[in-house]
Structures are given as C-alpha cells and as structure tokens.
T-cell receptor
Framework: DAKTTQPTSMDCAEGRAANLPCNHSTISGNEYVYWYRQIHSQGPQYIIHGLKNNETNEMASLIITEDRKSSTLILPHATLRDTAVYYCIVRVGTSGSRLTFGEGTQLTVNP | GAVVSQHPSRVICKSGTSVKIECRSLDFQATTMFWYRQFPKQSLMLMATSNEGSKATYEQGVEKDKFLINHASLTLSTLTVTSAHPEDSSFYIC?????????????FGSGTRLTVV
C-alpha cells in the first residue's frame, strides 16, 4: 500500500470548513484513497473513499487531484464533535485486504 | 448500518492472568475480522487478521501464543491475552468486514481498554 503523509495537527473554527490534506505521491492506479476518523478512545469511523473522481456524502467531500498524488478531505461546517484524529489510507480495493493506519492528523475544532 | 459490538469496554486484570475480548458483528456476517492495538498517543497497529474457520494470520512481531485469536463463527471473533503483563496494557480494537459489501464495509468496534496491574 502506498505511503501517505498528513500534517500532525490542524485547528479549525466551529462552523467553518475544515480542509485536511493528504499526500500520496506513490499511489498506483488500482489504489483507492480512504478516510477514517477516530474520536478519542473510540474505534475508527469510516468517512469516505474514492479512486479518482471527487466524492461527496453526508459527512464530507473528498477532492482528489488529477494526478492522484494528493487529496483533501473537506468537512464543510465543522462542529466540536468533529474533533478527532483523521486518517488518510491508500490501499488496493480488493476484498478482505487490511487497513493500515498511519499517524493521521489531529483536528481540533475550536468554539 | 453495520454494527460491531466489542466487550468488555474496559478491563483491569492482575499480571499473569488471561483476558478474553469479544468482537461481534450484530447485523451482518463477517468473513474477516481484524485486531488492532493502540498505545497512548500512537496510531492503530494491526495485530492479526482472522478468517472464519481458519487460523489467524499474525503481523510480524506479534506473538501468536500470547494473543490467541478465535473466529469460530461469522459473527464472533475473540482475542485472548494470555499471561498478561503491564506492557500489554493498551487499547484493543476489532474491525469486521461485511461479507459481500464493497470496500467501505469495514466497521470498527468501540475498543477495549486493558489495564494490567
């Protein structure tokens, strides 16, 4: 699985958009970009994933650059409950393969 | 949506004893379950992958005789920490993949905080 690089921490004001970047310059053509988050002392929660097109769901939007070497997770209106560690994971989308977590980004949403 | 129940949420045990942690998929069948360990201020580290009806596959450096994994049914996997020591104190998290669902079908349990005294 391709290695990802994320900032260690970010801050965001409540109600504003949170933009979390992820660099995955060694991504290969059959690898997907996944985002999970982990609120303190809980299990990770799936957010969104994509291959090359931008994706949006009720939680967030995922913007993948045309060369697929980086992506941005966007939380459009961050709330205090969005404070968590956000993990960007790149992996081949085959059934049953494991998820390997990097260090992630600690997002703190401030009132 | 898919729910994974993990019990207990918190356990304190004496050094030398064994502790069993259960991971259940409540409303789906899980062909594959994963066990992770997380130390304070660190990321999740995959310990092993278990497939229903077969032996677990352990990651390098994880002692299979110390961390016993059983996946006897499509809805239950257990992790037993044998002869626990203080250095085994950690946050243990299981994950289950729903059978027949695409690659977003990984659901995590709420974790078990193990403290060995």
């Amino acid at each position: 699985d391709a290695k990802t690089t994320q900032p260690t921490s970010m801050d965001c004001a409540e109600g504003r958009a949170a933009n979390l970047p992820c660099n995955h310059s060694t991504i290969s053509g059959n690898e997907y970009v996944y985002w999970y988050r982990q609120i303190h002392s809980q299990g990770p929660q799936y957010i969104i994933h994509g291959l090359k097109n931008n994706e949006t769901n009720e939680m967030a939007s995922l913007i993948i650059t045309e060369d697929r070497k980086s992506s941005t997770l966007i939380l459009p209106h961050a709330t205090l409950r969005d404070t968590a560690v956000y993990y960007c994971i790149v992996r081949v989308g085959t059934s049953g393969s494991r998820l390997t977590f990097g260090e992630g980004t600690q997002l703190t949403v401030n009132p | 949506g898919a729910v994974v129940s993990q019990h207990p949420s918190r356990v304190i045990c004496k050094s030398g004893t064994s502790v069993k942690i259960e991971c259940r998929s409540l409303d789906f069948q899980a062909t594959t379950m994963f066990w992770y360990r997380q130390f304070p201020k660190q990321s999740l580290m995959l310990m092993a992958t278990s497939n229903e009806g077969s032996k677990a596959t352990y990651e390098q450096g994880v002692e299979k005789d110390k961390f016993l994994i059983n996946h006897a049914s499509l809805t239950l996997s257990t992790l037993t920490v044998t002869s626990a020591h203080p250095e085994d104190s950690s946050f243990y998290i299981c994950s289950a993949r729903e059978q027949g669902v695409g690659d977003y079908g990984y659901t995590f349990g709420s974790g078990t905080r193990l403290t060995v005294v």
